[in-house]
C-alpha cells in the first residue's frame, strides 16, 4: 500500500464530513461521513461532479441552514475558495451545529471539513448557564467570598467581598494577585497608619496552606473578619464578614466592665467575690488593707484564705484549728452580718451574700469612725469570648416557584434538619412547615406565630428576622431576593452577640443595685458628660431636686441647676463659682470641699474613668472638719507663741513628722517656712537641706548617712554644725512625754569665730615649728656631710706626697664642693621662683631635641647606676614656648629624682607627646622603689624625704621636686606624679595649648609691628 492510498483511506474513515474539490470546483473526493450527513448515497456523485450539485444538495437537506436553499448554494458557490474561511452552522431545524472550514490547496482547488459540534456546545451553555447561577448567588451572599488559584491570583469574587475589602472594580479586574491588590488598597491610602502597613505585610507574606483567620477596621468604622481556607489544587478561598455590631457589643461590654472596675476601686469599702467553686474571683485594695491579713490573689481557694487568718489570729486569740472549723462552717448561701472588733483597735463589719452563680461576695467596712454599706456585691467584668474564627453561613437558594436549588451542609445543620436531608425539589413553605413539624420552631403558641410570618413573607423584598433554637441557639434569618426572581436565605448564628447584650444588662443591674446600696452620692458620667447612673444618696447630698439626677441629663444642665436654686450663694461669685465648676478638666482627678446651706461639709471627688468619663463622689465629712477647724485654732495659738522666741524651735511627733515650728528655725537652717511646715517630715527636711548644700558634698552626706538609722532624731542629744554661709549652729534634741522630741537652734557663729581663729594660730606655729625643724636636721645632714669630706680630705692633703694620692683627694674635695654649690643654686632657686624675680625670656623649644640633650647627659649617670636609659621624643611635636632654663632645671629634676630611687637593673623612659588638647606632655617612667598614694603630697614640700632618718638611704635636701613644682607652676603649666610602692613612679609634666605652638606655626615667617 502506498502512501497516497493510506492517506485515502484515513480521510474515508474519519467521522467528520471532507470535501475535496479541484481548480474547476469539481469533486476529486468526498468521504462516507459526508454522504451520511446528506443522507444519499455516495455512487449519485461519481469524482467529477460540479459544486453547484452538490451545494444544492446539502441546501435542500437542510445542512446549510433554515432560508431559501437555491439562495443557499448560491451563496456557497459565491465564495471565495482562495481564502481560508470557517464558521459555525445550524441545520434547519436545528438540531445540529456544526463547525465549517474552507482550505485552499498548493495546485488550486479546495478542502471542506464539517466537524458537529453540537454536544460540545450543550456544554458550553450548561456551563454557561451554571456559571450565571453561581455568580447569582455569590452576588446575593451577605458574606464576601473571593477565590485565588495557586499562582495567588484572583479567579472569582462577589460584590460583598469587594465591599469588605473597599476595592474598586478596577483593582480586581484582570485576575490580579493577592499582593497587587492589596498594594493597590495601600496606594489608595485604606491602610494610613503603621498598624495597618503591618497588617498588610502579615496578608502578603502569610502561609495560605493552612487555615487562617483575621480581622480588621476600617477606616469608616465597620469591623470585617476574613476566613482563608487552602483548596485542593493549591488556591485558597477568602471568606469575609461584616462583625461590625458584634465588635461593637464587645466594646460595649468591656466598657462596663472598665466602668464596674473604677467603681470597685473608688469604693472606701473592702469587696472580694468568691466563685462558685469557692475561689476568689475579684477584689479591691480596700479589702486587702481593711483585713490585714495574708496575701490575697484571684484562684485562692476559701480554705486557704481562712486557713491563713486564722493562723494569723484574724479570727481571735483562740486556737488556730477551732477558729478555722468555726468559719469554714459558716453557711454561705444566705445572707450573713457580723461584727468583730481587732486586735489593733478598729472595729469591721462583714457581710457575705450569696451570687447568683452559686458564689459569694464579701463586703468589708470599716465601722470605727463611720458605719458604711453592706453587700457591696460587684462582680468584675469578664472579657467576652467568642471563637469567630470561622463565622459561616447556612445558604439556601430557591428558584421563582419557591423551590431549593441549593443548600449548604450549614444550612441543615443551623435551621435544625437531620443529617441528609434532601432540600432540593422541595418549597421553601414544605421545608420551613417540615422545621415546624420537628418542633425546631420551639413551643407553642410561639412557634405557630413565627411559622405564620415566616409563611407569609414576600419573598420579592429583603427581610431580616431572629428565632431561638429549642436548643437555645439564636439565628439571624435573612431572606434576599435574586435577579431572576428567587431569593436567597442566609442562616447566620449570632448566640454570643445575644448573649453578649443579655450579660451587659444583667452587669448594668448588678452595678445599679451596689450603687442604691452605698452611703455616699455617686454620679457616673460618660465621656459626652452625660449621667451613665447615679444612687438616690447623690441628689441629696448633693442638693439637688428629688429625682433630677436622670440618666442622659448633662452635668452642664444639672451645675445650672443648682446655680438657679441658689446654692453657690449671691451674685456675682455665684457665677464666678458656676463657671470655675464648668471649667473643671475631669480628665484628672479633682478634690474639694465645700458647706452647705445647712451647715454640711461635702468632699466632693471627680476620678476620671478609662472611657473617657469620670466619676463624681460626695461624702459628708462634716464631723471631720469640724474636729480640724479646733485643732487649727490651738495651733494657731501655739504659732504665736513659738513665733516671739528667739531660739529657732521645731516640734517633732513619735515618727518624726512636723508638729509647730517658727519662722526663725527654718531660716537659721537654710530652708523657706513652708519647707518646715506642719506634716512635713525630718528625712524631707534633711534631704532638701542635702540638695542645697547645707551638709557639704551631696555624695558624701549620702555616705555618711547610709550608715546610720532611718530615723535621724536619735542621733546626739547636742551638737554644732557649720553652714555654708559660715554660720555655726548648735542644735538640740530633747524628748517630748509623747515620744516626740523638740529641736532647739541657737546661732553660736561669734564665739566659734573666736575659737576657729585661736585654732588656726596654734595650727600655724606648729606648722613653722615643724618646717624649722625639717630644715634644720636636713641641712644639717646636707652641709656637715660634703664638708666633713673637704676638712678630711683637705687634712689628708697635708701629710701626703704621693702625686697620684693628691689627684684622687681633690677630685673628692671638688666633688663635694659642687654637692654644696647644687644645694646651695636649689636654695636659692627656691627664694627666686617665690621671690619678684623676672623669668628668663620666652623661646620656641624642640621637643626632641630638648629630650637628646637631657639623655645625653643623664644616660651615662644612669649607666654608672646600673640602669636602662630611654627615649621616646618623634619629630614634629608642638614647640614649648617657655622659659627653656626653668623647663630643663624641672625634667633635670625629676630624671634626677627617678636615678636616685631606682634600684640597680631597672628602667628609666623619657618621652614627648601630644595630648588630646593639642598641648605638651613629658613623661619620665622609672621601675623604682615607688610610694604611697597618700604620701604623693608629702614628697613635694620642701627638705622633706619619705625616708627621714638621720639612717635614710638616699641622700638630698628634699628641695628636688618642691623645686620642681615650684618651676611648673611658674610657667603655667602642670605636674603629676603616679606611684605603688615596689612598681615605680611616673612624672607627668602637662604644658597646655596655649604654651605651646605647631611646628607648621613656628616655621611660618613672622611679621614684624
Not at 977 to 998: H, K, M, N
Request: glycine share 8%; aromatic share 4%.
Amino acid at each position: 500500500m502506498n502512501a497516497e492510498e493510506a492517506a485515502l483511506r484515513a480521510i474515508e474513515a474519519l467521522h467528520h464530513a471532507i470535501l475535496v474539490m479541484d481548480a474547476d470546483n469539481r469533486l476529486v473526493l468526498a468521504n462516507a461521513a459526508l454522504w451520511k450527513e446528506a443522507g444519499v448515497d455516495s455512487g449519485r456523485f461519481p469524482p467529477g461532479t460540479p459544486l453547484r450539485d452538490i451545494a444544492r444538495l446539502l441546501a435542500y437537506r437542510g445542512l446549510l441552514g433554515p432560508g431559501d436553499p437555491a439562495a443557499l448554494a448560491d451563496q456557497i458557490l459565491a465564495m471565495d475558495r482562495s481564502q481560508f474561511h470557517l464558521r459555525h452552522q445550524r441545520s434547519a431545524d436545528g438540531a445540529r451545529l456544526s463547525q465549517i472550514s474552507s482550505q485552499p490547496l498548493p495546485g488550486g482547488g479546495f478542502v471542506v471539513c464539517s466537524v458537529d459540534i453540537t454536544t460540545l456546545h450543550r456544554a458550553e451553555t450548561t456551563a454557561r448557564n451554571r456559571a450565571a447561577l453561581l455568580e447569582r448567588i455569590l452576588n446575593t451572599q451577605r458574606g464576601g467570598i473571593a477565590l485565588f488559584d495557586a499562582a495567588k491570583r484572583l479567579v472569582l469574587h462577589n460584590p460583598a467581598y469587594r465591599r469588605h475589602s473597599n476595592a474598586t472594580a478596577e483593582m480586581l479586574d484582570g485576575r490580579p494577585t493577592l499582593t497587587e491588590i492589596m498594594q493597590a488598597l495601600s496606594e489608595a491610602g485604606e491602610f494610613p497608619s503603621s498598624r495597618d502597613q503591618d497588617y498588610v505585610r502579615k496578608v502578603i507574606s502569610g502561609e495560605r496552606s493552612h487555615l487562617r483567620f483575621g480581622e480588621r477596621e476600617k477606616m469608616d468604622g465597620t469591623v470585617v473578619r476574613f476566613h482563608s481556607t487552602p483548596q485542593p489544587d493549591g488556591g485558597f478561598l477568602i471568606e469575609s464578614d461584616d462583625v461590625t455590631d458584634l465588635r461593637r457589643a464587645e466594646d460595649e461590654a468591656r466598657r462596663r466592665a472598665a466602668i464596674l472596675d473604677g467603681v470597685l476601686e473608688a469604693l472606701p469599702h473592702g469587696v472580694c467575690v468568691w466563685s462558685a467553686d469557692r475561689r476568689v474571683a475579684l477584689f479591691n485594695d480596700a479589702y486587702v488593707r481593711l483585713m490585714e491579713g495574708a496575701p490575697l490573689q484571684v484562684g485562692d481557694t476559701l480554705e486557704d484564705v481562712i486557713r491563713r487568718r486564722a493562723a494569723a489570729g484574724e479570727y481571735g486569740t483562740g486556737e488556730a484549728d477551732a477558729m478555722y472549723r468555726l468559719e469554714m462552717a459558716r453557711d454561705l448561701s444566705r445572707p450573713q452580718e457580723r461584727r468583730r472588733l481587732r486586735a489593733n483597735g478598729t472595729a469591721l463589719d462583714v457581710r457575705t451574700a450569696p451570687l447568683p452563680d452559686g458564689g459569694h461576695i464579701s463586703v468589708v467596712t470599716e465601722i470605727t469612725a463611720l458605719w458604711r454599706a453592706e453587700d457591696e456585691a460587684r462582680r468584675r467584668a469578664e472579657l467576652l469570648e467568642t471563637a469567630l474564627g470561622a463565622i459561616r453561613h447556612g445558604i439556601v437558594i430557591c428558584d421563582p416557584d419557591h423551590r431549593v436549588l441549593a443548600a449548604n451542609q450549614l444550612a441543615r445543620s443551623l435551621v435544625g434538619h437531620e443529617p441528609g436531608t434532601d432540600l432540593v425539589g422541595h418549597t421553601a413553605e414544605e421545608v420551613i412547615e417540615q422545621l415546624h413539624r420537628a418542633g425546631n420552631f420551639g413551643p407553642e403558641p410561639a412557634a405557630s406565630e413565627l411559622l405564620r410570618m415566616a409563611l407569609a413573607l414576600d419573598r420579592t423584598k429583603p427581610h431580616v428576622y431572629q428565632r431561638t433554637t429549642p436548643d437555645g441557639r439564636v439565628l439571624e434569618v435573612a431572606s434576599d431576593p435574586t435577579p431572576d426572581g428567587g431569593f436567597v436565605i442566609t442562616h447566620s448564628d449570632i448566640t454570643a452577640l445575644a448573649k453578649a447584650e443579655d450579660e451587659a444588662s444583667r452587669r448594668a443591674k448588678v452595678l445599679e443595685t451596689a450603687m442604691a446600696s452605698m452611703r455616699h452620692g455617686l454620679i457616673i458620667y460618660g465621656p459626652d458628660r452625660r449621667v451613665i447612673a447615679a444612687n438616690e444618696l447623690s441628689a441629696e447630698l448633693g442638693g439637688h431636686a428629688p429625682g433630677s439626677i436622670r440618666p442622659g441629663r448633662l452635668l452642664d444642665d444639672l451645675l445650672g441647676d443648682l446655680h438657679a436654686a441658689g446654692a453657690y450663694g449671691p451674685e456675682p461669685g455665684a457665677s464666678k463659682r458656676l463657671k470655675a465648676g464648668l471649667a473643671i478638666d475631669r480628665s484628672k482627678p479633682y478634690r474639694a470641699v465645700r458647706e452647705t446651706a445647712g451647715g454640711r461639709v461635702l468632699e466632693i471627688s471627680s476620678d476620671p474613668t478609662p472611657d473617657g468619663g469620670f466619676i463624681v463622689t460626695h461624702f459628708d465629712i462634716t464631723a471631720r472638719a469640724r474636729a480640724e477647724q479646733a485643732a487649727q485654732e490651738r495651733a494657731r495659738i501655739l504659732q504665736v507663741m513659738l513665733d516671739n522666741t528667739r531660739h529657732g524651735i521645731c516640734l517633732f511627733d513619735a515618727n518624726g513628722y512636723v508638729v509647730a515650728a517658727n519662722a526663725l528655725a527654718a531660716r537659721i537652717c537654710g530652708l523657706r517656712p513652708e519647707q518646715m511646715a506642719p506634716g512635713r517630715h525630718i528625712l524631707e527636711i534633711r534631704d532638701e537641706q542635702a540638695a542645697a548644700g547645707e551638709f557639704g558634698d551631696p555624695e558624701a552626706f549620702a555616705r555618711f548617712v547610709a550608715g546610720r538609722p532611718g530615723d535621724p532624731w536619735r542621733g546626739p542629744h547636742r551638737y554644732t554644725r557649720r553652714r555654708p554661709n559660715g554660720m555655726v549652729l548648735e542644735i538640740t534634741t530633747d524628748p517630748t512625754p509623747d515620744g516626740g522630741f523638740v529641736r532647739t537652734y541657737n546661732d553660736v557663729t561669734e564665739d566659734r569665730i573666736v575659737r576657729d581663729e585661736l585654732e588656726r594660730a596654734r595650727a600655724a606655729a606648729e606648722a613653722a615649728s615643724e618646717a624649722k625643724s625639717r630644715f634644720l636636721a636636713t641641712m644639717s645632714h646636707e652641709l656637715r656631710t660634703p664638708l666633713a669630706s673637704v676638712i678630711g680630705y683637705a687634712e689628708a692633703l697635708l701629710g701626703e706626697t704621693a702625686p697620684e694620692t693628691i689627684a684622687e683627694y681633690a677630685g673628692a674635695v671638688r666633688e663635694s664642693g659642687r654637692q654644696l654649690l647644687a644645694l646651695i643654686d636649689d636654695i636659692l632657686e627656691v627664694a627666686r621662683v617665690g621671690g619678684t624675680e623676672a623669668p628668663g625670656p620666652v623661646v620656641p623649644i624642640d621637643p626632641a631635641a630638648l629630650v637628646g640633650s637631657l639623655a645625653a647627659t643623664a644616660a651615662p649617670e644612669a649607666e654608672v647606676a646600673g640602669l636602662r636609659f630611654e627615649t621616646d621624643a618623634p619629630p614634629g611635636l608642638p614647640r614649648a614656648l617657655c622659659d627653656e632654663r626653668r623647663l630643663r632645671r624641672v625634667l633635670r629634676a625629676l630624671i634626677a629624682n627617678a636615678v636616685k630611687f631606682t634600684p640597680a637593673g631597672g628602667s628609666i623612659r623619657v618621652a614627648a607627646a601630644e595630648d588630646d588638647d593639642q598641648g605638651l606632655v613629658f613623661r619620665i617612667t622609672d621601675t623604682g622603689i615607688g610610694m604611697a598614694a597618700k604620701d604623693i603630697p608629702r614628697a613635694f614640700e620642701p627638705f622633706t624625704q619619705l625616708e627621714s632618718s638621720l639612717a635614710r638611704r638616699y641622700a638630698g635636701s628634699g628641695l628636688g621636686l618642691h623645686l620642681a613644682k615650684l618651676l611648673t607652676e611658674a610657667m603655667g603649666a602642670n605636674l603629676t606624679l603616679d606611684s605603688r610602692p615596689g612598681e615605680g613612679t611616673t612624672a607627668t609634666l602637662r604644658l597646655p595649648r596655649g604654651i605651646t605652638i605647631s611646628q607648621s606655626a613656628s616655621a611660618a615667617p613672622q611679621e614684624t609691628p
